[in-house]
Structure formats: C-alpha cells, structure tokens
C-alpha cells in the first residue's frame, strides 16, 4: 500500500497516525496538491490528499473513508468499535474535529490573498466554526482518558491532529488556556510515538 499525501495535511497525519498506531507498513509518497507537477488529481478528482492506494492500486480517498477501510482490513487494534452505534459515536466526533480542520485550513487559505481580497466576516465565520468545535470536544471529554472512555478510537487521533494542526498554523489561538481538559488530554496523545513520527516539519 502507498499512501499519498502532503507532510502538512492534518487529514493526511490523522492516516499516517492510524497507520502507525495499527504498525501497518505502508509507503508514504509526499506530493503537495497546489504544485503545478502533482499527481494528486490522477487518484483523486478532487485533487486532495490524502489518498491511499491500496494493494490492487485501487486508490482510495477521503480520510474518513481511508480510516475505515484499514480498520476493516486490520481490525486489531480497533480503532472504530464494532458496535454500529459507537461507530457512529466515533464519526460523529471525527466529522467534528475534521470540521474543525475544514474551518482552519480556509482561514489559512484566506489569509494567503492579497489582504484587500480578504474577507473578514469569512474569516470570522470560520473563527466561530473552530471555536464552537472545541467547546464541543471540550464538553466531551468528561467521561475518561479519551473522548469516549477508555479506550483510544480514531475519534481521539482526528482531535489530537486538529489541535496539532491548530499548533502549527495558528500558534495565536491560544486554544490550550480557554480548554484545560483539551490540554490535558491532547499533551498525552502528542507524547505517543505515532504523533511524534508525524509532527508536521517547522
Ligand atoms: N475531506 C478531505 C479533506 C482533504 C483536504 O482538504 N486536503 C487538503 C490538504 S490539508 C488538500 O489536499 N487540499 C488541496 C485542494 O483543496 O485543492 C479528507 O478528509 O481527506
């Protein structure tokens, strides 16, 4: 299997977590979707990573779907419970903290124009998306260790690489002093050796 996928890309790291948390071996074949010479759109006609080409060449996007299907193939250790309602309980949580990412990744996008284009009440809306998101996780981690209890689902590694990502664009959200049980939480999963190997480069 290959997986495609830029060094930066939050959706990328949340795979190449999975990947490593699941020690399933996988070659990583860096490509930057808003280079001119990419190959990005020949696997996906989106043109986003990241995509997984699984053994048969078959190529395989976006992460969500990506996070399932190596969860079907290696189901040990599970990182979305058999369950179909905790399944949905885990998505659920994964779509928020991706949404979370969504919202990042076009201010980062808007704030690249020239700043005459740039549209602040966009901006703003986007801030209040990122804002309301980790509330949300924020109210979610009452229960246990991790979003949902006990045990480490593929909900906790799409959060941890959203306030990764948050880090590495937006060092001026201070998102660590407004949501101390985020903080608490997302400093143990940072310390695992899946998010150090993955750590988006300076
Ligand atoms: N929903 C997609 C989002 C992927 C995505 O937005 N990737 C960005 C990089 S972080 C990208 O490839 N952007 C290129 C583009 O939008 O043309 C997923 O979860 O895989």
Redesign the pocket.
Known sequence: MKLIA?LT????RKIRVLLLEKDIPCELQVDI??NADTR?PHYNPL????VLLKEDGRPL????VIAEYLDTVITSPQFIPEDRCRAIDVKQLEALA?GVV?AC?TIFLERKRPPERQDMEWIDRQQGKIEHGLQALEKTLLDGPYLLGEQLTLADIACACALGYLDFRFPDIDWRSEHPRLLAYAEQLFARPSFVKTRPPL
């Open positions: 830029s890309s939050p959706f990328a979707p808003w990005v043109g986003k990573v990241p996007y976006d992460s969500p991706d969504d990744v």
